[in-house]
């Protein structure tokens, strides 16, 4: 996590709540997987290249408010998860 933007994940808390900050990073997950899937349907077409500029923008949102998730359910236990993924992952590669 970013520690960088900590001030404002406090602030959006204090502001929305933590329910509604699972919302809005549920609602831009959802927008990252649409622009993906019209990416696939319409690679190659005249709309790949707005569609790129759109999912730049989706995967920062997603970013974001993963990164609010982080804050919300534990920075250091999240990270300790990822490593251990991380670790299995290559594990399992190397058989």
Do not use: H, P, W
């Not at 609602?27 to 790129?52: D, H, P, Q, V």
């Amino acid at each position: 996590m970013d520690l960088k933007y900590q001030k404002y994940y406090d602030e959006f808390i204090k502001i929305n709540g933590v329910e509604k900050e699972i919302i809005l990073c549920i609602e831009e997950m959802s927008e990252l997987t649409k622009a993906l899937s019209k990416f696939l349907r319409y690679k190659g077409s005249e709309k790949e290249n707005t569609i790129k500029d759109n999912i730049v923008e989706e995967i920062a949102d997603v970013l974001n408010t993963c990164e609010q998730m982080q804050n919300i359910f534990g920075v250091d236990k999240v990270n300790a998860v990822r490593e251990q993924k991380l670790k299995r992952y290559f594990e399992k590669s190397d058989k």
